[in-house]
């Protein structure tokens, strides 16, 4: 794994860029490529899904897949850095409102999906033989709500889209003037996969937080991204879309199998 940091001048952060490469040569045109969101957490769970799969024997050779995790500069996730990611990734991951003004600190999706679109991918390719015409991108929680605001602005850009638990509830409790979302379709989409965890907007009394659970409810995680899923086949029958229920998955241990579930999609036999 190698790493480099880039400064956006349009978000304003200074970003990690992880970079897992697999262990063969590259094809030509380079290693096909899957970008995921909130790096500082995800490189290793993706990295290793990628590794185990194919010593398991899922495909026939190692992966060509790169991993290039997108995260924030001088941070691991935890610690006294934690504030600063959870502020960032509010920040970039939220898209901007139709209407109205977004709450203080968020609304840069607009600025982010550049910087991804734009600015990185020719660093990228200055220092890795990467495939970048559409890379594949994975996104959790406030990642997978990018993901799909993603699909519909930039559809041309994303060979593949992975929504996990996407947190739709930012859009309806801040853009209730679009909501439910309307949207927009496009020849150019690649497939769109949406899942969440089967215990995300359950009650779970034996942790005693009443307002937690209140929240699990309100914010209806699994109604949400299965509507989304729906509409998007129903008014784009082009786009395939595939929705997943990870049962007895909650918020955070559903990137577990879903990290399996992401490269059983990506890696085919050969």
Not at 27 to 45: A, F, I, Q, T
Not at 57 to 74: E, H, M, Q, R, T
């Amino acid at each position: 794994m190698t790493a480099f940091t880039q400064h956006s001048s349009t978000t304003g952060h200074d970003y990690l860029i992880q970079v897992a490469l697999p262990q063969i040569a590259p094809p030509e045109g380079g290693y096909p490529v899957l970008l995921v969101l909130d790096g500082n957490r995800h490189l290793d769970l993706f990295t290793a899904a990628r590794d185990i799969l194919g010593r398991r024997g899922f495909d026939k050779v190692p992966s060509d897949l790169a991993i290039v995790a997108v995260g924030y500069a001088g941070s691991g996730g935890s610690g006294p850095d934690r504030a600063f990611i959870s502020k960032a990734r509010f920040k970039d991951f939220t898209p901007p409102l139709t209407t109205g003004t977004a709450p203080e600190g968020t609304g840069g999706g607009a600025d982010f999906l550049a910087y991804l679109t734009q600015v990185l991918p020719p660093e990228l390719a200055s220092r890795y033989p990467l495939d970048l015409e559409r890379p594949a991108l994975v996104g959790h929680s406030l990642g997978g709500l990018f993901a799909l605001h993603a699909q519909q602005k930039a559809p041309e850009a994303f060979g593949a889209i992975f929504a996990i638990s996407p947190s739709l509830w930012w859009r309806q409790e801040n853009d209730p003037a679009n909501w439910p979302l309307r949207l927009a379709c496009s020849e150019m989409a690649g497939p769109v996969y949406i899942a969440a965890g089967g215990r995300e907007q359950s009650p779970q009394p034996r942790r005693q937080d009443p307002e937690r659970d209140r929240l699990r409810v309100q914010r209806a995680m699994i109604d949400n991204a299965h509507e989304h899923a729906r509409q998007l086949r129903e008014h784009c029958p082009q786009v395939a879309v595939q929705w997943r229920l990870f049962e007895g998955e909650d918020h955070g241990s559903v990137m577990w199998p879903a990290a399996r579930a992401v490269m059983e999609r990506l890696m085919r036999p050969r």
